[in-house]
């Protein structure tokens, strides 16, 4: 990876007629990781985002609520940016599309892509609104879907049987707006003819921009044929007018990706201190390597105009377009009338913005999967990991040291091994945050926090306090204890930012960066311990429902809905009972793995070779690629099933079965402690 990268990422702008929810966050938390970890490595990395503020859906709001559209994107604009700043996410600048730069940009595209020959015009009919008197867009017509025939379907696609179609083809449309049907009325509208740009779409397509999931996707658009795409919208419609045609103006899909340059465009005026020009900011705009993070919804626009709109106005395509899945609440989509609908500023009245982060940061992957935020494993996972394992280390050791050593740091370190150990485990963790595996990185952190507390459990300083002769000894242990600990909060710090910056003070410490924590943390004394995080008690839940103590009560909202539509169980139910006899047929054995490889034809499955100490090496084909980069598993120990018949795949023959849990989700190997040699039989 080069060094001293000059980075652009945004992510994409949210609309300006709601709230942020909770679903918005799985985007903005992904990309302000990413951001952050780039951030700490030393690359220059700025991070801009804006409200999205164009269109007939804020037009109406804002008529709705009695308000001008420019009162309505204001006042939004605040609420959107307070709760951003609340979850910690690192903008450079957050700005809205409805301002000058904007406008002259999309001006400048559109110019520009009429001179190349790029843009059309001809006549259209489209469904009217002879009441509201105005062209209504698909998702304000509502009608019987054309093929299932269920009811109040929206005019572009059923959300019953996931078909497509034209607003023409629903049976008995209806207006939203009034509820009357509507008439048909022809428009003269502007094109973008996206076939130009066919070819240099698959080479974009085939250059490696894009997850190998959404490049398959835009194949088959391609594959298809592209067509033209509308770009205008007839008045009334809050937006910029299309220069020289009267009454129209530019579809807010036009100006919303034009939007991360005008936003870049106002952050270089205030750190430059002067207005730069158009073409100043049209030649800044490609001095970056821009990344993208979006939602699997977006794709289309991202991949597909977006790119063809930057080519048609000579301006720099981005590097890469890293997608994402959606965020489900108790298994379930996020839904107003289930009650699974939750808002930031709603979270942020119960529980802490970091949870959400680490939460979140411990499902996400590369690849475009929806995660579920499944309240029991939310709590049960904050209160093992965060609580449970990384916070304890500081918390005993923090009030050991100040209680019998005045909270002065011992001079040296009684195990460097081990403290190298968790700083050699940084290359691997950095290269999951570069490639967006959190929840690799995360998994490798909760490892070494484990190792941690074994030291502390294993030297047991909490004896040696009692006694003064040993006391040198509990400052040494405490030392190093909480020079582990800082390391695993640089570690964890593009996801908890705001804690890693109170540990940071509370040690007295410079900034915690991959880097800072390899010099230890010794010879001085640190300021008194604060409390850094709490468990999760059942009345931080109450207000989504959570059952005190398990009895069954009257739920509110989201609890309600969970108790009607109940999750699947986190564990599987128990199988039924065997004999002593039956277990005895299998054969468990520890084994070492020697080698592990990816299986190119296969999306989940490492080929692992297990020695199982009887000098013949064994062949097993493992389910846990997603959990597990292949590197990282060579030299452990694991548990094999050793007496099981070998089983013939198109890859080859599997000789065996490790053994891992998890709970459909998550995977862990189980392994077996340090002294086991492989061959020990399991029993």
């Known amino acids: 990876m080069p060094q001293n990268r000059k980075l652009l990422v945004t992510s994409a702008l949210p609309y300006a007629n709601g709230p942020i929810h909770i679903g918005h966050l799985v985007e903005y938390i992904q990309t302000d990781v990413w951001v952050r970890y780039q951030r700490l490595r030393g690359h220059s990395c700025t991070y801009v985002c804006a409200d999205d503020t164009h269109g007939t859906p804020i037009m109406l709001k804002a008529e709705q609520e009695g308000v001008t559209p420019e009162a309505l994107i204001g006042r939004v604009g605040q609420e959107h940016a307070r709760d951003f700043a609340d979850f910690a996410i690192s903008f450079d600048y957050f700005g809205s599309t409805h301002c000058p730069e904007n406008e002259k940009l999309a001006q400048d595209v559109y110019e520009r892509s009429r001179r ?24 304000f017509i509502k009608g019987t879907c054309p093929r299932c025939h269920s009811p109040d379907q929206y005019g572009d696609s059923c959300e019953v049987c996931g078909a497509t179609y034209a607003p023409a083809d629903l049976e008995n449309p209806v207006s939203a707006l009034s509820g009357v049907t509507p008439i048909t009325k022809s428009s003269e509208h502007h094109f973008f003819r996206l076939a130009d740009f066919a070819s240099s779409l698959r080479a974009f397509t085939e250059a490696g921009s894009l997850q190998p999931e959404a490049a398959n996707k835009l194949r088959e658009w ?30 807010v899909w036009l100006d919303a990706p034009i939007g991360y340059i005008a936003t870049l465009w106002r952050l270089l005026n205030i750190r430059t201190g002067r207005a730069l020009s158009l073409e100043q900011a049209r030649a800044a705009w490609g001095e970056y390597e821009i990344h993208h993070f979006i939602g699997k919804d977006i794709l289309y626009f991202h991949a597909l105009f977006w790119p063809a709109m930057l080519e048609a106005a000579g301006l720099a395509r981005p590097r890469a377009i890293h997608v994402h899945g959606f965020l489900t609440v108790n298994g379930k989509k996020m839904s107003k009338s289930r009650g699974t609908f939750i808002t930031a500023r709603e979270y942020l009245e119960h529980l802490p913005a970091e ?13 475009i999967e929806d995660i579920d935020l499944n309240f029991d494993d939310f709590r049960a996972r904050i209160n093992a990991d965060l609580v449970g394992k990384l916070v304890n280390i500081a918390s005993r050791c923090a ?46 952190i909760m490892e070494l926090a484990d190792r941690a507390n074994r030291y502390v459990d294993e030297a047991r300083p909490w004896e040696m306090g009692r006694d003064p002769q040993k006391r040198m000894a509990l400052r040494g242990i405490c030392t190093q204890a909480l020079n582990l600990f800082r390391i695993l909060m640089a570690y964890l710090q593009p996801i908890l930012p705001v804690t890693a910056a109170r540990v940071a003070t509370w040690l007295c410490a410079i900034d915690l960066t991959f880097e800072s924590v390899h010099a230890p943390l010794v010879g001085h004394t640190i300021a ?67 080698d592990a490889q990816l299986v190119e034809e296969a999306d989940k499955l490492l080929r692992l070779t297990l020695d199982l100490g009887d000098g013949r090496p064994r062949i097993v084909f493992a389910g846990i690629r997603r959990a597990y980069d292949p590197q990282t598993l060579i030299g452990r120990h694991v548990i094999c099933v050793a007496n099981l018949a070998p089983r013939k795949m198109r890859f080859g023959v599997s000789e065996g079965m490790v053994l891992a849990a998890g709970d459909g989700q998550d995977i862990f190997l189980l392994g077996a402690d340090a002294g086991a040699r492989p061959g020990m039989q399991v029993r």
């Not at 150990?421 to 999951?432: K, P, R």
């Open 399 to 444: 009030q050991l040291l100040t209680r019998f050593a005045d909270g002065r740091l011992a001079d040296q370190l009684p195990d460097m091994p081990l403290f190298h150990e968790f700083i050699a485990a940084g290359n691997a963790i950095g290269e999951h945050y570069e490639r967006r595996e959190y929840s690799r990185a995360v998994k490798l």
């Open 355 to 367: 949870y959400l982060r680490y939460y979140l940061a411990a499902k996400l992957g590369s690849h």
């Open 116 to 139: 190349g020959g790029h843009i059309t015009t001809r006549v259209v009919e489209q469904a009217f609104d002879p009441v509201k008197n105005l062209f209504l867009p698909d998702r």
């Open 528 to 594: 008194p311990y604060e409390h850094l995080m709490r468990r999760i008690e059942d009345k931080d839940l109450a207000w989504i429902g959570a059952p005190a103590n398990g009895a069954s009560q009257a739920r509110p909202k989201v609890a309600q809905a969970a108790a009607e539509e109940q999750a699947p169980a986190a564990t599987t139910p128990a199988s039924p009972t065997i004999g002593i006899a039956d277990f005895s047929r299998v054969d468990l054995r520890v084994a070492a793995v020697v």
């Open 222 to 251: 391609l594959d298809t044929g592209l067509t033209d795409w509308d770009i205008s919208r007839d008045a009334p419609y809050f937006g910029f007018s299309i220069p020289g045609a009267p009454d129209k103006f530019f579809y």
